[in-house]
């Protein structure tokens, strides 16, 4: 079951920019407690629509045809607020998974160094598409902000946008997208999704719509009216074979995602909880100097991301920003199977 969040007003959005970090039980403001309205999702859908209602009957007769097995029944706490898709059921072999093919997108790099920013597509054996991450807003092709020290690279053909047509997709074909976190080099696109369900881990869907001013920079992208998300808490089983895990301690509420292939095996995409290999032990890890949480979390994120990846036989280990690792990689439109 999906989740509607009512979108708020984009002039509320600037303001919040604006103003410095407010503390939570003020975050809101005068505009009161944030409304969510769960609903079935096919209301959802016919609810945000805005192409030609032939249009709109078209696809869903796409949709339909692909004959889709039910998206994993999500448990209601209660709080109307409140959405857990089922648990992850640890064990799950590669033959359980119903996913076919994971692309890694290269999205862009950062100098120096050559650091990739990555994002990722998974194409389901039923025809779903999922996608995690969008890179930097694609207004950094022509004018980057560049944050100190750091030069943003991208190409018009590397936009997410362009990465997908180039697999034959537009951005209206995407289902699901997974949202590690709102870091603007994982966030910067989010807009163009508005046919998908966003999948965000509820505490930093709330830290950062509290105005927390490191996800304000980018918050027209993805704060944007037309989009919907899903809230989840901790780690939950998207849809066969597509597993996200919770590892906060980058920013609060991260998560990475286990992808579960028929050939290659299980593959983790760690993304921000251990950006580069040299983070990959817990005990020796160093903090990063954007890591947001307590160094505890950290840790025991870096810790779960390893402990996982080898309880479940993980085949690869994707760091989130590793530039040594990336060169030996299977990049789209290579893909992993
Ligand atoms: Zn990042």
Not at 85 to 92: E, H, P
Not at 149 to 176: H, M, N, Q
Not at 251 to 256: C, I, N, R, T
Not at 278 to 298: L, W
Request: hydrophobic content about 35%; proline content about 8%; charged content about 25%.
């Amino acid at each position: 079951m999906a989740v509607r969040v009512t979108p708020e007003r984009r002039g509320q959005a600037r303001k919040d920019e604006a103003r410095p970090t407010p503390p939570p039980a003020a975050a809101n403001g005068s505009r009161g407690a944030r409304t969510v309205h769960a609903q079935p999702m096919h209301e959802a859908r016919i609810g945000r629509c805005s192409r030609p209602r032939e249009a709109c009957a078209e696809k869903s007769r796409r949709r339909a045809a692909r004959q889709r097995p039910a998206v994993p029944a999500p448990v209601s706490s209660g709080r109307d607020s409140t959405i857990e898709f089922r648990s992850v059921s640890v064990g799950g072999g590669p033959q359980e998974g119903s996913v076919m093919r994971l692309y890694l997108l290269d999205l862009g790099v950062m100098q120096p160094g050559n650091v990739p920013v990555p994002g990722y597509l998974i194409r389901a054996d039923d025809g779903r598409t999922i996608l995690v991450d969008t890179g930097w807003p694609r207004s950094f092709v022509d004018t980057p902000r560049n944050p100190p020290g750091l030069s943003i690279e991208i190409k018009p053909e590397e936009t997410v946008a362009a990465r997908l047509a180039a697999l034959g997709l537009d951005v209206s074909d995407i289902d699901y997208l997974i949202c590690s976190h709102f870091d603007d080099d994982h966030s910067g696109n989010h807009d163009l999704f508005v046919n998908a369900e966003l999948v965000v881990q509820r505490e930093h869907y709330e830290l950062a719509r509290s105005g927390h001013p490191r996800f304000a920079a980018n918050r027209a992208a993805w704060d944007h009216p037309s989009l919907r998300y899903s809230l989840v808490d901790g780690d939950v089983e998207l849809v066969p074979g597509v597993e996200l895990l919770e590892t906060s301690g980058h920013v609060p509420g991260h998560q990475s995602v286990l992808v579960r292939l028929p050939v290659t095996g299980p593959v983790m995409l760690a993304i921000d909880a251990v950006m580069h290999s040299s983070m990959a032990d817990a005990a020796t890890r160093e903090m990063f100097v954007t890591d947001m949480d307590d160094e505890a979390r950290i840790r025991r994120s870096t810790r779960k991301v390893s402990d996982i990846a080898e309880a479940r036989g993980a085949a690869l280990v994707v760091y989130g920003h590793d530039a040594d690792q990336w060169a030996t990689l299977r990049r789209a439109p290579a893909f992993y199977e």
